[in-house]
């Protein structure tokens, strides 16, 4: 911690680096707190988790102290005139006041319990997430039944979830006696009215609204009263799946990180219409799978999604500004111990995917600054996706 707190601290290029870049992310941050989205400690969760950050932003502020990152960013603010930049009410309290937004007594969340008894999972969808999400589930004794289209997508999961199997034995990690109970649970299906009599019905088809509105109407006509109809969508609204249902509060969204076997973060999303009941079933069945589950409403980018492309597009903007280098603010970033520079990540999301998220989050947030950077814009133009192409911003 010391030695992260050292390094942006740091009065050197690599210190103003992470300084322009992590202090718009922990003031964001402070925000959500304060606006009341999201508990700090699912904040900092949803971070640690779904990002792999050594610390959360919260903890993040506490360490450097909140009067450090309220003084940079009234400078940030008084050089830039964003907003964005102007010192969040819950940061300024905290300076103020000299409290913490983490610590002892800050989660108070009892331990979820299960309200809806569950035994058998419905996944729809045979791609890496729905593939993964079935594996979950498999492995942690719960019967899985997964609809795809046509049987060759159905072998794909069993191809895909045997592949991760055996690796778990070459580790040591599992036998062949559970290998084989793990893919005995999966049943595969083609048509939607096998997952008539399932408990939990989690999709994971393409993120378009007009083809899970299609799905989660179908759905409301096949699964039994009382299932839970669960959305992976990372971007869409969890609330227009739900009207889509004679039954709202039975929907709420499941945001699983790829891989879903190995990322253990799951943002567990309700709507306003969502039962209580359904909201802590959930939450404990993501316990029971070996997940971490992270609280949060139903609105674009949830916790993470809203917390890191803002970031990754301000590095971009900094890298345009000519204010510092694609390899110096990599660097810079790595130094803070962050798992990966922000334009190796980029590229590894994939720059169409990232495109597609911070346009999302400008249209709906409508913050000037998190307009997507013209650099972002032209490697998707150019086809330059990153490593799924070999080309992005890096060359692979």
């Not at 900092?44 to 960013?73: E, N, S």
């Not at 778990?168 to 009215?193: F, I, N, P, Q, S």
């Not at 969204?253 to 076997?261: I, K, L, S, V």
Request: charged fraction near 20%.
């Amino acid at each position: 911690m010391a030695e992260i707190v050292d390094r942006i601290n740091a009065d050197d290029e690599g210190g103003r680096i992470a300084r322009t870049l992590l202090f718009p992310y922990l003031n964001h941050a402070a925000t959500m707190f304060g606006d009341g989205y999201a508990t700090a400690a699912d904040i900092d969760a949803g971070m640690r988790f779904g990002c792999g950050y050594p610390i959360g932003p919260l903890a993040l502020i506490d360490a450097l102290g909140a009067k450090t990152v309220v003084a940079g960013l009234s400078e940030q603010f008084a050089r830039t005139g964003d907003p964005l930049h102007q010192p969040a009410p819950a940061l300024v309290e905290a300076a103020d006041q000299s409290t913490a937004f983490t610590g002892e007594g800050a989660d108070g969340t009892a331990v979820p319990q299960v309200k809806r008894p569950v035994s058998s999972v419905g996944v729809v969808g045979t791609g890496t997430m729905a593939s993964g999400i079935a594996q979950v589930f498999a492995q942690a004794g719960y019967d899985v039944v997964y609809v795809g289209r046509s049987q060759e997508k159905l072998d794909g999961v069993v191809a895909y979830v045997t592949k991760n199997l055996d690796r778990a034995v070459a580790k040591g990690k599992l036998d062949e006696a559970g290998k084989d109970a793990v893919l005995a649970r999966l049943t595969g299906a083609t048509e939607r009215e096998a997952l008539a009599d399932v408990d939990l019905v989690v999709e994971a088809i393409a993120e378009d609204l007009d083809i899970k509105l299609e799905l989660f109407r179908d759905l409301d006509r096949i699964c039994k009263p009382g299932a839970i109809l669960a959305t992976t969508t990372s971007s869409l609204s969890v609330r227009a799946c739900a009207d889509a249902t004679s039954r709202p509060a039975d929907v709420i969204g499941m945001h699983f990180f790829n891989p879903a076997p190995v990322m253990k973060l799951v943002e567990v999303v309700t709507t306003d219409a969502t039962d209580p009941d359904v909201d802590e079933t959930v939450r404990a069945l993501c316990l029971a799978t070996g997940k971490h589950p992270v609280s949060c409403g139903d609105r674009a980018g949830f916790i993470v999604n809203a917390l890191l492309f803002p970031y990754l597009n301000d590095a971009i903007t900094l890298q345009e500004s000519g204010a510092a280098s694609m390899e110096q603010i990599d660097t810079a970033m790595k130094e803070t111990k962050l798992p990966m520079g922000p334009f190796e990540l980029l590229d590894v999301v994939g720059n169409d995917v990232s495109l597609a998220i911070q346009q999302t989050l400008h249209g709906a947030f409508g913050h000037e600054g998190w307009k997507p950077a013209a650099s972002l814009e032209q490697v998707v133009a150019d086809g330059k996706l990153g490593r799924k192409t070999k080309s992005g911003f890096h060359t692979y």
